[in-house]
């Protein structure tokens, strides 16, 4: 965590880099997008969307309640889910299926197919785009007919961090 690394544009993994860049770039971006849409981000958007970014781990719908509970103790699962849904719906955040949890998004400005590189082990999630392999899945959903709602694809795995430190 000490040595000082770029965040390349295509991060293979997420190990010492400048993690407040991201965190002070998603809240700015948000806020910008949010402005632009006239839609509100209310401070228990803000508060949510603040707490998943905290680092680039999955996060569950209800250890973000347990995390909000002490600052406001008002705090329900509905505004939480409400809070969530809202931020799914403007793409700031993703709902990782396989881990019921959700992640940051740092490319929010455009609706985007989804491959989600998903670490068993410290449940970090790397978001990539792969256009190549979504033009691929789209000819073969094209070729059996069949209408798409949402295109996400969740590779389940072990990151290199993990790896690298289970030694093999
Ligand atoms: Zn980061
Ligand atoms: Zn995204
Ligand atoms: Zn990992």
């Known amino acids: ?24 770039e998603a809240l700015s971006t948000a806020a910008q997008l949010c402005k632009v849409r006239g839609v509100q981000l209310t401070p228990i ?17 209800y250890d973000l309640l347990d995390r909000i509970r002490p600052q406001q103790n008002a705090a329900k699962p509905a505004t939480i889910y409400r809070a969530l849904d809202f931020l799914i719906e403007q793409g700031l955040i993703h709902r990782v299926e396989s881990l019921n949890a959700f992640v940051g998004c740092n ?20 978001e990539r785009s792969a256009p190549k392999v979504m033009q691929a899945l789209s000819r073969e959903i094209e070729q059996a007919d069949f209408k798409v709602h949402s295109k996400a694809i969740e590779i389940l795995g072990k ?6 430190t289970m030694g093999d």
């Open 1 to 24: 965590m000490n040595t000082p690394a770029e965040l390349s544009h295509n991060p293979s993994h997420f190990s010492g880099h400048d993690h407040q860049k991201c965190v002070s």
């Open 45 to 61: 958007r803000h508060q949510v969307l603040e707490l998943i970014w905290d680092s680039h781990k999955a996060v569950k719908a």
């Open 107 to 126: 490319c929010s400005w455009h609706q985007h197919e989804l491959l989600l590189l998903i670490c068993n082990d410290c449940q970090e999630v790397e």
């Open 159 to 164: 990151c290199s961090k993990c790896a690298e």
